[in-house]
């Protein structure tokens, strides 16, 4: 029986004046790995910033294993097993990678210990001494999601992190994708590279004007795929 991870209802948002988010209605369970999908512009990024509470203002419900988190700080927040990979990835380029990974403090019990990253991304292993600006792109967005790991957060934001990767980085992240949902993981992406979401995810939210105008399991990919492409034009 599924469990309940994340409930979203009526969210809006807003940053100073401008009004985002439109009433975003979403669930995410234990486990899942789950996907937003839309144009630039649709407010996906916006909604994973809300999650965490790193917008303006927050209005609505958003319930983190059934507890209102909409007035919380994003400390607190982080605190019940919240990891944000923003897709600018923040990498401080004057420490070395290992220094990187060690940085994050632990916002609750059972992260992954240096020895289990390494295993899940021997490229980091074989990069530890180098400094953050050595890395290539796919170095450093593995780095990115490995700081998550060691912090103990059990649901992980991550936005856009196949974003202008070589084919076979973007392949390596898919495995950790799938790694991370075999060790338990809740996963919400924020995807543009529809080919690289759609053999990961559980179900697809399609977002649109801040809101979100379509759900599709996996199992209805195949027969809703024209839907899609229209919403996203691809």
Known sequence: MATEFLRISDLHAFYGESHILHGVDMVVNHGEVVTLLGRNGAGRTTTLKSIMGLVGRRTGSIKI???????????AIARMGLGYCPEERGIFASLSCEENLMLPPAVASGGMGIDE??????????????????????????L?????L?????????????EGL??????????????????GFTIIMVEQNFRFAAPL???????EHGQIVETVVAAELDQKMDKLRAYLGV
């Open 150 to 162: 060691r912090t103990g957060a059990r649901l992980l934001l991550l936005d856009e992190i196949s």
């Open 201 to 207: 995810a559980d179900r697809f939210y399609v977002m």
């Open 117 to 142: 990253i390494y295993s899940m991304f021997p490229n980091l292993k074989e990069r530890r001494e180098s400094p953050g600006t050595r890395l290539s792109g796919g170095e450093q967005q593995m």
């Open 65 to 75: 294993n059934g507890v209102e988190t909409v007035n919380m700080p994003p400390h």
């Open 144 to 148: 990115a999601v490995a700081r998550i």
């Open 166 to 183: 070589a084919p076979v980085i973007v392949q390596a992240l898919a495995r950790m994708i799938r790694m991370l949902r075999e060790k």
